[in-house]
């Protein structure tokens, strides 16, 4: 999230040379950007003839060249998570890009991955997702709206099945659909509550069998989970075969390979599987790729982007959506499981602004001092890192400093972190990037290098998988159980009978409490967690449980942030954050 509601940019670092307060976009718009071959080839080592440009600044590097590094060692994998999100801001992508440059600042090849940010947000609430203040990737309205076309494709690949099963109908091809017995959804990338439930083929014989149906945000569907877990080319070319679409009569399943989709599916993706290389404003590499929700996905950036990170840099610094409950959880156990990956330290990031709401004061009231407020949220903060700890992997907070922050805040919070076994440093990337960022670093490499990572998912695989949710929910949401009814219990039996009970779990529900209670802030407990649905990602191989009202197709607030967006008499986008 921006950081722009921080009064000015921080004053700290000796390299801080920002005098006045300035918007994201005009940041970004003021940044001096290298060719991206230049940033591929200086930075990373990589050949011209291995990047595809799009444009001067946007690359793809091409899956051949990553294959060929397939014998190289590994760098060190830095998680940054975060506590649960709330209106004041964490800066969970800004600290992210900050470290990043931190970690170049103190001479360490590193590099980040991030996930593409989603339309719906960017015209919605949330804004970009580019980082803020002098911690940004760029060019930042690129990445912020159409980037490289990936979500385009994916959106496209997605509804060209839709198309193909209600063709397959239609025609009464085989095997026979059950038009009652759909399970595939169209998508669009962006916050359309109108689309949540329609009814499609209206209009008569021609049209095909009138049915219910509705739509996702393209985020949320399978096809982007597929596009983030796959290995390589073949592996994401069988995962969309392997698509459950919908069931015959007599409740057989059908994939999509039985409609012979997968391979005009991947025909789409063929490009954008390459991950994409962009640079942050101090002029290192970034790669952005894929882009999942974490309230309604796995909430990842691509394995491809990550493991080929691994072997370009020496330090990778990744991130997963929203708080830690969510991104972190999911991150370690779909996408660590899945793809092997050994994460070595998880970053916890928090504001006392946060903290402070997190302990019951209203947003126009943080910035007046109130360490009594910092206390009562930090059971949050605390909670986390509990349940970070509970994955085996050593845990750093940091804290994304305000101009509002007081002494007196700082040192309650630092007592209290210290009082955990874990080490609090505030980080003013927001103000002064990579400078800012330089003691965050060095605790991150010092903690690397003297805490070895134990990592191990919270759950084993063939664990029955309402006891993966119920052990998800009380160890980590501190729930007292979950509920839910027979129709549920009869498909969770289903689901194991039909060999996917050794799938992991993914959990939908707000991102903005423990519980499915969005106004439950700091750290509520002894409650239930009532699952309202279960999703076979046969595919993505994993299953999506469905929480309270969540809805994975979101929709947009009173005073959308569309409505501040323009272009001005020059060409230029303004209003984007």
Known sequence: MSERSAAAPGASGKDNQ?????????????????PIIDVARDKLGIPAEHVQPYGHYKGKISLDYISSLDSQADGKLILVTAITPTPAGEGKTTTTVGLTDGLNHIGKKALCCLREPSLGPCFGVKGGAAGGGYAQVVPMEDINLHFTGDFHAIGAANNLLAALIDNHIYWGGEPKIDSRRVAWRRVVDMNDRALRSIVSSLGGVSNGFAREDGFDITVASEVMAIFCLASDFADLQRRLGDIVIAQTRDKKSVRASEVKAAGSMA????????????????NNPAIIHGGPFANIA??????????AGLKLADYVVTE?????????????????????????ITVIVATIRALKMHGGVAKDDLKAENVAAVEKGFENLKRHIGNVRKFGVPVLVSINKFSSDTA??????????????VECVVADNWGSGGAGAADLARAVVNTIETQ????????????PLAE???TIAKELYGA??????????????ELEKEGFGNFPVCIAKTQYSFSTDANAKGAPSAFTIPIRELRLSAGAEFIVVVCGDIMTMPGLPKVPAANNIYVDDSGRIAGLF
Do not use: W
Not at 298 to 307: L, Q, R, Y
Not at 452 to 463: E, Q, V
Not at 486 to 491: F, M
């Open 480 to 493: 007292a159980d979950i509920s839910y009814d027979s129709t549920i219990k009869a498909r969770f039996a």
């Open 320 to 344: 997963a959506g929203f708080g830690a409950d969510l991104g972190a959880e999911k991150f370690f156990d779909i996408k660590c499981r899945k793809a092997g990956l050994k994460p070595d």
């Open 408 to 421: 007196a805040e700082m040192a309650a919070l630092d007592k209290l972190c210290k009082a955990e076994g």
């Open 18 to 34: 920002h005098l006045a307060p300035k918007s994201d976009i005009e940041i970004s718009q003021a940044a001096k950007m290298l």
């Open 468 to 470: 993966k949710v119920r």
């Open 267 to 282: 025909a789409l993706l063929k490009d954008a599987i390459a991950p994409n290389l962009v640079q942050t404003l101090e």
């Open 298 to 307: 796995h909430g990842c950036n691509s394995v491809i982007a990550t493991k």
């Open 452 to 463: 070895p990572s134990n990592f191990k998912p919270l759950y084993p695989d063939d664990m």
